[in-house]
């Protein structure tokens, strides 16, 4: 419950020491905060802040500097968004139209990268909660056929089927008409879920057929080689916050590395509405504990498939990271749900 002037101090502190890089003093405070208080008053209030663990005081310095409780403060009620330009926002969309769903999210990583000058992170869509678009059945030898399955998102999965016998061309025309007709817009779990059962009914010796085709589009789906698409790690090598520290910066690039922990933290952001953003040690993991994380889910016609953000230091422009992160999460999703 802090006063309004303690609030219009707390904001103009965070604000030039985002800016600026360096900590903050009371003639600072006084020329950019709009009050009119002593040297005297402003000091009293930032001492009130500083016991209430928002600001702390270097020790080389008269100054003080937010505290990842007072960025936590000020991101959750002080911030003032800095919305962008529709000109921007075109240029994004531009380049959120490529021709298949991995290269848009290889395009929504490198994007926030760039425009952030940190980390861009995607994770990749999880095949299993999209819905089929259409499903086909190929011969291609005697007991060989291929399975097609296309994706909403229009991602294209092909798998060989060993069959146990030759399938006749009507055959494999039926089973065809059969998955589209039971199968199209909704997932594999639903489909094994609910075919199963109307394959008990089917006319024809195709059952194994169907039954072969259901374990293996639930096997192409599950395969994801690379959960997570990290690009512009090397950016925070040029951050001073960071790169000073040679041990943190190693675990830093161990976590982008091996991506099981990065990955666990960013599901966490797929259950969030909307921006979500981890401060300091609220990521859980220690080579986090000086970084931010701000992420956005995204979709595929309406369902949530995987988690798109910035890593960077805690000293960032979060007024303007957080409309870079939400914007990319909604123009991927348009992206890949009109593909």
Known sequence: MLSERAQILLKTLVERYIAEGQPVGSRTLSKYSGL???PASIRNVMSDLEELGLITSPHTSAGRVPTSLGYRLFVDKLITIQPLQQLEIRELQGQLQPDNPTRAVAAASSLLSQLTEFAGVVMTPKRRGIPLAQVEFVRLAE??????????????????????????PQELSEATQFLNQHCVGKTLEEVRATVYEDLRHLQ??????????????SQAMADDPSPVVITGESNLLRVDELSGNVQRLRQLFRVFEEKTA????????????????????????????ECSVVTAPYEVNGQIVGTLGVIG?????????????DI??????SALSHH
């Not at 990319?328 to 999703?333: H, K, M, Q, V, Y």
């Open 313 to 325: 230091p805690t000293r960032m422009a979060y007024e303007r990271v957080i409309p870079i992160v």
């Open 328 to 333: 990319t999460a909604r123009l991927l999703s």
């Open 204 to 217: 024809g010796n195709i059952t194994t057929l169907m039954n072969a085709a259901v374990e293996a589009g």
């Open 143 to 168: 007991k060989r056929v291929l399975l097609i399955l296309v994706t909403a998102d229009g991602d294209v999965q092909n798998r060989i089927l060993l069959t146990e016998r030759e399938h006749t």
């Open 36 to 38: 009119e208080l002593s």
């Open 262 to 289: 990065l990955l666990q933290l960013l599901d966490h952001g797929q259950h969030a509405a909307g921006v979500q953003i981890f401060i300091g040690q609220e990521a859980g993991l220690s080579p986090l504990d």
